[in-house]
């Protein structure tokens, strides 16, 4: 069916009457978006665009599975919404698939319309069953642009909307490529571990709620821990009665090769926090999912949280068709097996283009990132990424393109059902915008 609007006028239109995030409203150039299936998208002009980014990193299946759209499309003939004090079909069947996926003994869900929203409430849980205030949470990290969940962001964006909720305290990353604390990875004495414990014994053990951190940092540098690092930050929040948070809102529902980031190291936290995936964007949901001793421990006690489309039916029933389709499309085990084409692939471009100073991957999740000397590691300019992001655009790709004080880099993160001829084909259009930045190169 033919467009009603034009190209000119859906921008045009949108622009005049809607903001876009995290933008300068005046500088936005959207693609108007009228359809898309499986890792591509089209425009209004059927100009057709590979997804390298999922979207924003949650279509992780792919647009338009069958299976979800015709489950929208039955429990919307049914019933699309009811109090969030009923219950559903579709609430109680999610609840329990959703804890047989999560890791140990990970049990009740209390469900949100986001990321934002989940770590909102995970702030509320954590301080309601410890009774401490704090909540400890990385500086290359992002949480959520809410009024709690922007106080555990590290980024810059917190900086911008400040002061933000009390209680929130930051520290410092394991991000081996660019140490802070000045190591190598031969002379490592995973001084992140040690400087966490220093940060915890001088704000209070006794004070501190939760730690929270992305099982792998997403938008900030697609950080990956080292393999013991998940596992020594277990061992010491047990070791001061401080509950373990992993937000799973990117880095969750197959993304790095296991349903959650934190299986990577066989990790069970206390709260898993997540969103975008569960329903791979074809709906609204976040889940705060808690262990079955936090569980019970609102048995008796009032649990302060409420939302009026908490386990909205339309967006739960959307879910459960979503998980279904990641176990029944191997979809997880298709972002393991291509995970690792993907990244040797990377290594590859690494090392043929000199404006490639890291490659990062796990899973499906990956990114390149860009300097204008090796040596240095300086970063390039916003002019020279936009410059970068023109040329992937042209060619027909959309991703994720990173042009700020955390560095620069382009994002491969394409849906979980992508095959290898399409990463090729991709990563083929990511080459030619790297010639770009060569030409920079110092």
């Given at each position: 069916?033919?467009?009603?609007?034009?190209?000119?006028?859906?921008?045009?239109?949108?622009?005049?009457?809607?903001?876009?995030?995290?933008?300068?409203?005046?500088?936005?150039?959207?693609?108007?978006?009228?359809?898309?299936?499986?890792?591509?998208?089209?425009?209004?002009?059927?100009?057709?665009?590979?997804?390298?980014?999922?979207?924003?990193?949650?279509?992780?299946?792919?647009?338009?599975?069958?299976?979800?759209?015709k489950a929208i499309q039955d429990q919307a003939a049914k019933l699309t919404f009811t109090h969030p004090g009923n219950a559903t079909e579709?609430?109680?069947?999610?609840?329990?698939?959703?804890?047989?996926?999560?890791?140990?003994?990970?049990?009740?869900?209390?469900?949100?319309?986001?990321?934002?929203?989940?770590?909102?409430?995970?702030?509320?849980?954590?301080?309601?069953?410890?009774?401490?205030?704090?909540?400890?949470?990385?500086?290359?990290?992002?949480?959520?642009?809410?009024?709690?969940?922007?106080?555990?962001?590290?980024?810059?964006?917190?900086?911008?909307?400040?002061?933000?909720?009390?209680?929130?305290?930051?520290?410092?990353?394991?991000?081996?490529?660019?140490?802070?604390?000045?190591?190598?990875?031969?002379?490592?004495?995973?001084?992140?571990?040690?400087?966490?414990?220093?940060?915890?014994?001088?704000?209070?053990?006794?004070?501190?709620?939760?730690?929270?951190?992305?099982?792998?940092?997403?938008?900030?540098?697609?950080?990956?821990?080292?393999?013991?690092?998940?596992?020594?930050?277990?061992?010491?929040?047990?070791?001061?009665?401080?509950?373990?948070?992993?937000?799973?809102?990117?880095?969750?529902?197959?993304?790095?090769?296991?349903?959650?980031?934190?299986?990577?190291?066989?990790?069970?936290?206390?709260?898993?926090?997540?969103?975008?995936?569960?329903?791979?964007?074809?709906?609204?949901?976040?889940?705060?999912?808690?262990?079955?001793?936090?569980?019970?421990?609102?048995?008796?006690?009032?649990?302060?949280?409420?939302?009026?489309?908490?386990?909205?039916?339309?967006?739960?029933?959307?879910?459960?068709?979503?998980?279904?389709?990641?176990?029944?499309?191997?979809?997880?085990?298709?972002?393991?097996?291509?995970?690792?084409?993907?990244?040797?692939?990377?290594?590859?471009?690494?090392?043929?283009?000199?404006?490639?100073?890291?490659?990062?991957?796990?899973?499906?999740?990956?990114?390149?990132?860009?300097?204008?000397?090796?040596?240095?590691?300086?970063?390039?300019?916003?002019?020279?990424?936009?410059?970068?992001?023109?040329?992937?655009?042209?060619?027909?790709?959309?991703?994720?393109?990173?042009?700020?004080?955390?560095?620069?880099?382009?994002?491969?993160?394409?849906?979980?059902?992508?095959?290898?001829?399409?990463?090729?084909?991709?990563?083929?259009?990511?080459?030619?915008?790297?010639?770009?930045?060569?030409?920079?190169?110092?």
């Open positions: 069916m033919p467009n009603k609007l034009s190209s000119k006028e859906i921008i045009d239109l949108n622009k005049e009457y809607t903001f876009f995030s995290w933008s300068v409203q005046g500088q936005v150039n959207p693609i108007p978006v009228t359809r898309a299936e499986g890792v591509y998208f089209w425009d209004a002009d059927d100009k057709r665009y590979l997804d390298f980014s999922s979207q924003l990193m949650n279509t992780n299946i792919g647009h338009q599975h069958p299976k979800v759209v579709a609430r109680g069947l999610l609840g329990k698939k959703i804890s047989e996926v999560t890791p140990g003994d990970l049990k009740k869900t209390f469900f949100t319309l986001g990321g934002s929203e989940a770590n909102e409430n995970a702030i509320k849980i954590a301080r309601s069953y410890t009774g401490r205030n704090k909540i400890l949470s990385r500086y290359r990290s992002y949480h959520g642009a809410t009024h709690g969940s922007m106080a555990l962001t590290g980024d810059y964006r917190r900086l911008a909307v400040e002061p933000v909720m009390p209680g929130g305290v930051h520290f410092l990353d394991p991000f081996c490529y660019r140490c802070p604390f000045g190591q190598k990875p031969e002379s490592c004495k995973r001084e992140c571990i040690s400087h966490l414990e220093e940060v915890i014994k001088y704000e209070g053990p006794d004070k501190i709620a939760a730690i929270i951190m992305e099982g792998v940092v997403g938008s900030n540098g697609l950080i990956i821990p080292p393999d013991d690092y998940w596992p020594r930050v277990r061992e010491i929040c047990d070791k001061y009665g401080i509950l373990l948070i992993s937000d799973e809102v990117m880095s969750g529902w197959g993304r790095t090769g296991k349903w959650f980031a934190v299986d990577n190291w066989n990790v069970t936290p206390d709260i898993i926090t997540t969103a975008k995936g569960i329903t791979s964007g074809y709906a609204p949901l976040g889940a705060v999912i808690v262990s079955e001793k936090i569980a019970k421990f609102f048995d008796d006690k009032y649990l302060y949280a409420g939302l009026t489309y908490s386990a909205h039916a339309l967006s739960c029933a959307t879910a459960l068709a979503t998980i279904e389709v990641y176990e029944e499309d191997k979809l997880i085990e298709n972002a393991a097996l291509l995970g690792k084409y993907l990244g040797e692939a990377l290594e590859d471009i690494k090392a043929r283009h000199v404006s490639v100073g890291d490659v990062r991957y796990i899973g499906l999740f990956s990114t390149i990132e860009l300097v204008v000397n090796r040596e240095t590691k300086e970063s390039f300019s916003p002019a020279v990424m936009a410059e970068a992001g023109k040329v992937l655009r042209q060619n027909g790709l959309f991703t994720f393109i990173m042009a700020n004080n955390m560095g620069s880099m382009v994002f491969v993160v394409p849906p979980l059902c992508i095959t290898r001829e399409q990463l090729d084909e991709g990563l083929a259009i990511v080459e030619k915008a790297l010639e770009v930045a060569d030409r920079q190169v110092k």
